[in-house]
């Protein structure tokens, strides 16, 4: 039997909901965008599969668009929470498998979560603090949140740790952290060895608590 490809459906052709319909895209999905504003829409014809004028917190024009057939439908409505609320519950109505939700602000998200959709997201908040993990400490290239006590890292070798090797710098046994992988001139060494010296531009995948990484990034500033 084929395997059955996803099809997904964009709700709100913004910043986010434009790229993600983009993404998907281009990476050979089915994609129907919908968006309340002609130019938007206009916007996005000749990039996904199909792009439609449509108000979506009107439930006919949701029917008739057949949303109930997509796998997933991305609400990525921002400034008008009321409609991105409102579209929701009748996605939710309508019996839509899966539904991913961008929302604006910690309230808008205990509602989406309280009215059934499957997956809030927070762009700009997630965004918003990997910049600042960035600032504070500029090795920091990459900051995953994994739960609210764990996190991935992504960590540009400090110089003091250039020229020691992972044994020398001892991370699991002095930060309980554990060097995941190490990326150097663009390849990523999953099983890096403990002897093998760390040089400039190395780049290390480090996985902890997050008071552990970031008494690792003090040390290291
Ligand atoms: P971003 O930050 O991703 O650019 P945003 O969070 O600022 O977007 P808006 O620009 O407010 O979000 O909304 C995104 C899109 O959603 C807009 O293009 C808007 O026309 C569309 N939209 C808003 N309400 C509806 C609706 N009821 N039906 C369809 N589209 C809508
Ligand atoms: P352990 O007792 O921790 O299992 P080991 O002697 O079996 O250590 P080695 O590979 O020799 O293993 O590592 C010695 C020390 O080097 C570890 O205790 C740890 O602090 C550090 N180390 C080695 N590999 C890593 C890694 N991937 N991430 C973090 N620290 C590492
Ligand atoms: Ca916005």
């Given at each position: 039997m084929a395997k059955h490809k996803k099809q997904f459906?964009?709700?709100?052709?913004g910043r986010f909901g434009?790229?993600?319909?983009?993404?998907?895209?281009?990476?050979?999905?089915?994609?129907?965008?919908?968006?309340?504003?002609a130019e938007r829409v206009q916007d996005l014809v000749n990039v996904v599969t199909h792009a439609v004028s449509a108000?979506?917190?009107?439930e006919e024009a949701m029917r008739a668009l057949g949303i109930r057939n997509f796998d997933v439908v991305v609400v990525a409505i921002g400034e008008?929470?009321?409609?991105?609320?409102?579209?929701?519950?009748?996605?939710?109505?309508l019996g839509v498998g899966k539904i991913i939700v961008k929302a604006q602000n910690e309230?808008?998200?205990?509602?989406?979560?309280?009215?059934?959709a499957d997956k809030v997201v927070f762009p700009e908040r997630d965004m918003g603090l990997r910049v600042a993990h960035h600032l504070i400490s500029p090795n920091?290239?990459?900051?995953?949140?994994?739960?609210?006590?764990?996190?991935?890292?992504?960590?540009t070798a400090p110089s003091a740790m250039r020229g020691k090797n992972l044994r020398?710098?001892?991370?699991?046994?002095?930060?309980?952290?554990?060097?995941?992988?190490?990326?150097?001139?663009?390849?990523?060494?999953?099983?890096?060895?403990?002897?093998?010296?760390?040089c400039r531009d190395d780049v290390l995948v480090i996985v902890g608590r997050n008071e552990q990484l970031t008494r690792l990034e003090q040390v290291y500033a």
């Open positions: 459906a964009i709700i709100g052709l434009s790229s993600v319909a983009k993404f998907l895209s281009e990476m050979g999905y089915e994609v129907l965008a919908i968006d309340d504003n108000d979506s917190t009107d008008n929470i009321q409609a991105s609320i409102l579209t929701t519950l009748i996605l939710k109505d309230l808008h998200g205990k509602v989406l979560n309280k009215i059934g920091i290239m990459e900051h995953i949140e994994l739960s609210s006590d764990y996190s991935i890292v992504e960590m020398q710098l001892d991370i699991r046994a002095k930060y309980q952290c554990n060097v995941l992988a190490v990326k150097r001139d663009g390849e990523m060494n999953i099983s890096f060895p403990a002897d093998e010296p760390l």
